[in-house]
Every structure is written in C-alpha cells, then in structure tokens.
C-alpha cells in the first residue's frame, strides 16, 4: 500500500521559513513516475492547490505561494519537499501530500498523506 507521511510542520514567525517532507513508502523503485504535490486546508477554506512537480521535474506554484514556495524532489529518497520561505499567517493551514499516477493502462489514482500542521503566528 502506498503511503505519504509528511514530516517538518510546527509554529513559524511571519517571516520565517519551514521545509515540509513527504516521504513515500510502499512503491519502492517506482516513485519516479509518481506526479506529486502539496495542498492544504485552512479553517473555513476548502482544500487548495500550492504547488506541485511532474515526473520530468516540471513545476508549478499557486500564485499565492509564487517566489516564496519551492517544491523539489529526491527520487534517491523517495521524497518530496516544500520549501516555504517568507511565511505569512494566511499560509496557516494543514498541508497535504498527494502523489498522484496517471497511465494509460489504468485509471488514474491518487494518494494522500494524513496531514501536517503549519501555524505561522506571532
């Protein structure tokens, strides 16, 4: 079974800086063609898209994360990471871990982890 666990949350200043990992377990040497991505959920808010990055390594942001959020992965690890820089308290939220395979063969299916709690707060 496929399994997202992220790791790296906590309470932040305005200003200061988390990396969330997600660290993938259950598909072994697959995870290379695994799409993945992190969303969030904040109070009163519907899940949101923030960022996420293509088996090749293509990315793309939500234009409210947009120059202060980086996404990355390690195939070698079995991860994927999110660099949030410049936080702000609107990006309080539980973020999600999402791997998401798509092939022709099947139907496309996604994973998630349980969630972790960012605060950013004075």
């Known amino acids: 079974q496929v399994q997202l666990v992220e790791s790296g949350g906590g309470l932040v200043q305005p200003g200061g800086s988390l990396r969330l990992s997600c660290a993938a377990s259950?598909?072994?040497?697959?995870?290379?063609?695994?799409?993945m991505g992190w969303y969030r959920q904040a109070p009163g808010n519907q899940r949101e898209f923030v960022a996420t990055?293509?088996?090749?390594?293509?990315?793309n942001v939500a234009d409210s994360v947009k120059g202060r959020f980086t996404i990355s992965r390690d195939n070698t690890k079995n991860t994927v990471y999110l660099q949030m820089n410049t936080l702000k308290p609107e990006d309080t939220a539980i973020y999600y871990c999402n791997a998401h395979i798509s092939l022709a063969i099947m139907t496309p299916r996604d994973y998630w982890g349980q969630g972790i709690q960012v605060t950013v707060s004075s």
């Open positions: 990055i293509t088996v090749g390594g293509s990315t």
């Open positions: 259950g598909i072994g040497s697959i995870f290379s063609i695994y799409h």
